[in-house]
């Protein structure tokens, strides 16, 4: 499954076509503290970063990569993706976590980066904020956030 067996064979990891599977924030949270290469790559949005907030990885002595999967406001696909990121993280054996607000992006991004070689590409499943809850409402229902893990607001 990938070459760095180490991670997808110590966490619990769910299948996904495309990339090396997803994974909870929990255990994002754990391989984030457990493996020093690792690294959580945040795919929303400059204004989302802003408003809504970041996962503080300060306890793991890590900060989120910040790249932006669609470009705000046209929200269409970033082009430099896989470009841009390729150039920060050159080891394709490092263990990159993709996050989105609910885990949609943050998948087509995990794709990508394995398509571009990179053997251990996780997504984190309900993303920062998670689905919607019964008041239609983000951020209670699962993901980062409900889950408890650190973040903080820019």
């Known amino acids: 499954m990938t070459k760095d067996n180490r ?3 110590t966490y619990e990891v769910s299948p996904a ?3 090396a599977g997803d994974v909870t924030p929990q255990t994002a949270w754990k391989i984030l503290n457990e ?3 690792a690294a959580l790559v945040d795919v929303r949005t400059r204004p989302e970063w802003t408003y809504v907030g970041l996962p503080d990885l300060s306890p793991a ?3 989120p990569a910040l790249l932006e999967w ?3 406001p ?3 696909p970033n082009p430099e993706f896989v ?3 390729s150039g920060a993280v050159t080891d394709k054996d490092t263990p990159l976590l993709f996050l989105c607000r609910s885990g949609v992006r943050s998948a087509a991004a995990a794709k990508a980066m394995a398509a571009a070689g990179y053997s251990t590409c996780l997504n984190v499943v309900d993303g920062f904020e998670g689905p919607l809850d019964a008041q239609a409402k983000r951020g209670t ?3 980062w956030k409900a889950a408890g893990l650190p973040w903080r607001q820019t």
């Open 35 to 37: 493996n020093k290469d």
């Open 70 to 72: 669609q470009v705000f």
């Open 141 to 143: 229902a699962g993901g």
């Open 83 to 85: 470009t841009a990121l």
């Open 7 to 9: 991670i997808v064979g």
């Open 61 to 63: 002595g890590k900060k």
């Open 17 to 19: 076509a495309g990339y």
């Open 74 to 76: 046209s929200m269409q």
